[in-house]
Every structure is written in structure tokens, then in C-alpha cells.
């Protein structure tokens, strides 16, 4: 296969980002070939580089919260970005915000910024598939990200959040999520806001 094949079957199979072993897989030739091979696309500007190892065809548009879930796993959209695509939180946010189990780490890559905040293991979960521009991406429920946002805030010694919408969220599922970080004063911090 040469790359006119691997680019038009990654237009076809509608492929948003690509590492040099898909590439590899793809043409049959060794990882040297594909790294020099690759160096010449990005340099003739066919190709871009999102992260160390991770490409898209230049002029491709991939979604936020796709690539922010491809840019660092395991993890999943919460926090701000997360009240702000439920409507939880009135503001428009510019940075994309995730949580992780991994350290915490941030990346700006594409014009944009994507923070990944970490969480106790315990407290990963609460997240199920979404859909933005034809991609799957995971996002938090309304109440996980409500509560990592809590947890971390309290964690830094932040005020809690103050302007959300109490009715786009369950009480009582909050307060299950908020049982996963094990922190009393969180719990009564949740208590009384909602």
C-alpha cells in the first residue's frame, strides 16, 4: 500500500488521528521507513502533529473532547467542560478539562488547551460514551463532574462553585459520587450546596 492509499482510507474510514504503528500496519513497512517516512509528510505539511506519536492529516478537523480523550488515557471530560456541555454552569469554557487517574498534566496542542487533573482510582468512574461531530469521546454525568470539580476545589483550598443550575442535578446520585472520594467535609460541602 503507498500513502495515497493509507491517506484516502483514512479519509474514508473517517480516521481522526493515527499513530506511526497505524501507519506501520497499514503500509507493511518497518518503523524506521514510517518515521522517515512520516518526518517528510509533517515537513511537506500533509501531516501534523497533535502530540509526541499522535498525527492528523493536516487541514482535518478531529472534535475537543475526542482528541482530549486520544491526548492522554485513561481519562474522561469533567470538571468546568463538562457543567458547561450539561448546562450545569452558565460560562463558556475555553480550556478543555478532564480528569485522570495518571498524574496531572496539561497540553496545548491544535490552538487549544486541555488540562487533565488528577483523581483518586476510586473515584474514576461515573462516565459513559458521548458523540460530538461523528466522534465517541467519555464524559463525566452532570453529578461526577459536579463533584471532581468540589473535590479538587477543596483540595486546593478554593471556594466551592457557586452559580450552577441545582435542578440538572440528582441529589442523591451527587451525593453517591461524592461517597467515592471519602472526605467528610466534602460530603457536607455538598450537602449544603444542594
Not at 513497512?29 to 511537506?44: C, D, Y
Not at 483518586?120 to 453529578?143: P, R
Not at 463533584?147 to 435542578?167: N, P
Not at 453517591?176 to 467535609?185: P, V
Request: net charge positive; charged share 25%; with cysteine.
Amino acid at each position: 500500500m503507498k500513502w495515497i492509499d493509507f491517506e484516502k482510507s483514512i479519509k474514508d474510514k473517517d480516521i481522526k488521528l493515527f499513530t506511526p504503528r497505524d501507519v506501520s500496519v497499514f503500509l507493511g513497512r518497518s518503523t524506521i521507513a514510517v518515521r522517515f517516512l512520516m518526518h517528510r509528510l509533517k515537513q511537506n505539511g500533509q501531516i501534523m502533529g497533535v502530540k509526541r506519536g499522535l498525527y492528523k492529516l493536516s487541514g482535518q478537523l478531529v472534535p475537543d473532547y475526542y482528541l482530549a480523550n486520544r491526548i492522554y488515557a485513561p481519562s474522561y471530560i469533567s470538571l468546568e467542560s463538562a457543567l458547561s456541555y450539561y448546562g450545569v454552569i452558565p460560562e463558556t469554557v475555553y480550556e478543555i478539562t478532564s480528569v485522570t487517574s495518571k498524574i496531572t498534566r496539561r497540553f496545548e496542542t491544535a490552538g487549544k488547551i486541555f488540562s487533565y487533573h488528577k483523581i483518586k482510582q476510586s473515584a474514576f468512574t461515573g462516565y459513559g460514551i458521548a458523540h460530538q461531530d461523528g466522534a465517541n469521546f467519555y464524559l463525566a454525568d452532570a453529578e461526577k463532574a459536579f463533584i471532581d470539580v468540589c473535590y479538587l476545589r477543596l483540595l486546593a483550598g478554593r471556594e466551592s462553585i457557586s452559580r450552577f443550575d441545582k435542578t440538572k442535578l440528582n441529589k442523591e446520585k451527587t451525593l453517591s459520587y461524592a461517597d467515592l472520594y471519602k472526605n467528610k467535609k466534602l460530603v457536607a460541602t455538598i450537602r449544603k450546596l444542594l
